[in-house]
């Protein structure tokens, strides 16, 4: 009997090079003449980051700064998911950011429900946050996988543990 060979889809991101990014723009908000008095925090905790500033326009400005410095360091944007902005305290504007990790079970089937249609050969499951795909062949895994790198989820998804 064939060995079977699989991998995992899994929607995650790196921790420290995210912690990294954050570093870098709140320097570079200390820093910039346009925003460097609007007094701006950006607070991390656990799964989210609370962004407070003076206005819209500024709080547009720290979404710009953050966002670039995340794709400087090969983060994906996908794992931002930008709250309500609300009114906080002193005339202030607060955003709430929370970081996505881990596939949406329905974004999960649907992505086997595709993976099950198109490649006959490749049997996929549902584990928790990733799905495991698992096929005879390896070719038709490097198929999946292609497919999968073109099409464009809500989430980011990477490959890991291709055996």
Do not use: W
Request: glycine share 4%; no cysteine.
């Amino acid at each position: 009997m064939a060995q079977l060979s699989s991998f995992d889809v899994v929607s995650d991101f790196d921790a420290q090079e995210f912690r990294n990014a954050l570093d870098q723009t709140q320097r570079e908000i200390a820093t910039r003449f346009d925003l460097k008095s609007t007094g701006t925090t950006i607070e991390h905790k656990g799964d989210e980051l609370t962004i407070v500033t003076d206005s819209e326009a500024t709080l547009r400005s720290v979404h710009d700064v953050l966002e670039s410095k995340l794709i400087r360091r090969s983060l994906s944007l996908k794992i931002l998911d930008y709250g309500e902005e609300e009114p906080a305290s002193g005339g202030k504007t607060r955003q709430i950011v929370k970081l996505r990790k881990g596939i949406p079970e329905d974004l999960a089937k649907q992505v086997t429900k595709r993976i099950r249609d198109e490649f006959k050969k490749v049997t996929p499951q549902i584990q928790g946050d990733a799905i495991r795909v698992q096929a005879k062949n390896k070719d038709d895994l490097q198929a999946v996988i292609a497919a999968l790198k073109t099409a464009d989820y809500p989430v980011a998804l990477q490959f890991t543990n291709y055996r």
